[in-house]
T-cell receptor, first 112, second 114 residues
Framework: QKEVEQDPGPLSVPEGAIVSLNCTYS??????FMWYRQYSRKGPELLMY????GNKEDGRFTAQVDKSSKYISLFIRDSQPSDSATYLC????????????FGAGTILRVKS | EAGVAQSPRYKIIEKRQSVAFWCNPI?????LYWYQQILGQGPKLLIQ????????DSQLPKDRFSAERLKGVDSTLKIQPAKLEDSAVYLC????????????FGPGTRLTVL
């Protein structure tokens, strides 16, 4: 079993739709949770950063962490074609030197 | 602020050959990371430097991979000899410190081993 599980997709939605991306994890020590966006042939860029459980909102993006279920989500409202990319969840823990452990990434395609 | 620079962007070699990748982190960033991203997978940390010292190289295949960060700035990652399974994108990232600072990624070097 992988430490971090993420459905690879692809997920195809029409423009304007609400997108839900999810990851599950097995290590309860993880404290910091991140979502990265990776465009084709580019490096990942940080979208959202959350510590422990709860919600965080930034514009059209909302990140949720449920540590009791070991489940994290990223919601994208009013999705745009420019949101088409691979979304990677990542997590870390102080006891592991904050080494990032990534999910495999979900490919998102937003159709205009 | 200039981002993380990497070169070359693409490299094709035959198995058993050697190859080297170069990374220039964001100015002032003390921590530098090398990741391997195989197609369809998330990045996997190979090695982490704090200034010019190694913090974590537990997932670096040391029989064929080596990395150095002389003078605590630029870094090179070398593979010798390369295997088919080394085909991947090699990403370099940097951050200001070590703990919870954001990691900024470069565009990566896409390596194909034939």
């Amino acid at each position: 079993q992988k430490e971090v599980e993420q459905d690879p997709g692809p997920l195809s939605v029409p423009e304007g739709a609400i997108v839900s991306l999810n990851c599950t994890y097995s290590n309860s020590a993880f404290q910091y949770f991140m979502w990265y966006r990776q465009y084709s042939r580019k490096g990942p860029e940080l979208l959202m950063y959350t510590y422990s459980s709860g919600n965080k909102e930034d514009g059209r993006f909302t990140a949720q962490v449920d540590k009791s279920s070991k489940y994290i989500s990223l919601f994208i409202r009013d999705s745009q074609p420019s949101d088409s990319a691979t979304y990677l969840c990542a997590m870390s823990a102080l006891q592991y030197g904050n080494k990032l452990v990534f999910g495999a990434g979900t490919i998102l395609r937003v159709k205009s | 602020e200039a981002g993380v620079a990497q070169s070359p962007r693409y490299k094709i070699i035959e198995k058993r050959q050697s190859v080297a990748f170069w990374c220039n982190p964001i100015s002032g960033h003390a921590t530098l990371y090398w990741y391997q991203q195989i197609l369809g997978q998330g990045p996997k940390l190979l090695i982490q430097f704090q200034n010019n010292g190694v913090v974590d190289d537990s997932q670096l295949p040391k029989d064929r991979f080596s990395a150095e960060r002389l003078k605590g700035v630029d870094s090179t990652l070398k593979i010798q000899p390369a295997k088919l399974e080394d085909s991947a994108v090699y990403l370099c990232a940097s951050s200001r410190g070590q703990d919870t600072d954001t990691q900024y990624f470069g565009p990566g070097t896409r390596l194909t081993v034939l």
